[in-house]
């Protein structure tokens, strides 16, 4: 009975903790209030991209503070664009922040946090690129580089999808 009350006042502090945005609908106002009450992990959260018609879903693998932070930014607007024939790539804000956040060895359709730049990766060709404390993995996606280049070059919604 304990469970189900805290459960209850858990969802209840959630709800009541969001605030509207500038368009007037509900959003988190913090990355852990994205995550699973129950779990209390943001892991599994999807982040859909979206332009027009054209949509790509994330699922968020890592919990860490890096994907936290990044999460407390939604929803927010960016433009992707090419960068050398391996991933597409959006400027954020503001950087990000990764204190505590480990380093990655990418792999093809990973959406990672590049530190040095400040910027997120959709990489879609990671031959030759290895593990680095500078390439933070935030979560997966599945699509191709075609469908990938449909969100090139126009601004891209990014919002924790319902």
């Given at each position: 009975?304990?469970?189900?009350?805290?459960?209850?006042?858990?969802?209840?502090?959630?709800?009541?903790?969001?605030?509207?945005?500038?368009?007037?609908?509900?959003?988190?106002?913090?990355?852990?209030?994205?995550?699973?009450?129950?779990?209390?992990?943001?892991?599994?959260?999807?982040?859909?991209?979206?332009?027009?018609?054209?949509?790509?879903?994330?699922?968020?693998?890592?919990?860490?503070?890096?994907?936290?932070?990044?999460?407390?930014?939604?929803?927010?607007?960016?433009?992707?664009?090419?960068?050398?024939?391996?991933?597409?790539?959006?400027?954020?804000?503001?950087?990000?922040q990764f204190e505590g956040s480990p380093g990655s060895d990418p792999?093809?359709?990973d959406l990672i946090y590049f530190v040095p730049w400040g910027n997120l990766g959709f990489?879609?060709?990671?031959?030759?690129?290895?593990?680095?404390?500078?390439?933070?993995?935030?979560?997966?996606?599945?699509?191709?580089?075609?469908?990938?280049?449909?969100?090139?070059?126009?601004?891209?919604?990014?919002?924790?999808?319902?």
């Amino acid at each position: 009975m304990k469970r189900r009350t805290a459960a209850i006042l858990l969802l209840a502090f959630a709800l009541v903790s969001c605030s509207p945005s500038p368009t007037g609908e509900a959003t988190p106002t913090s990355a852990s209030e994205t995550s699973s009450p129950a779990a209390g992990s943001v892991v599994g959260t999807v982040v859909r991209f979206s332009a027009g018609s054209v949509s790509l879903d994330v699922t968020i693998g890592e919990d860490n503070p890096a994907t936290r932070d990044f999460l407390s930014m939604l929803p927010l607007t960016v433009t992707m664009e090419e960068f050398a024939r391996r991933e597409k790539i959006a400027d954020l804000p503001r950087p990000l922040q990764f204190e505590g956040s480990p380093g990655s060895d990418p792999q093809d359709g990973d959406l990672i946090y590049f530190v040095p730049w400040g910027n997120l990766g959709f990489y879609y060709n990671t031959s030759g690129i290895g593990f680095s404390d500078q390439t933070i993995h935030l979560g997966r996606y599945n699509a191709t580089p075609d469908e990938l280049a449909r969100l090139e070059d126009q601004e891209v919604r990014v919002e924790v999808s319902p």
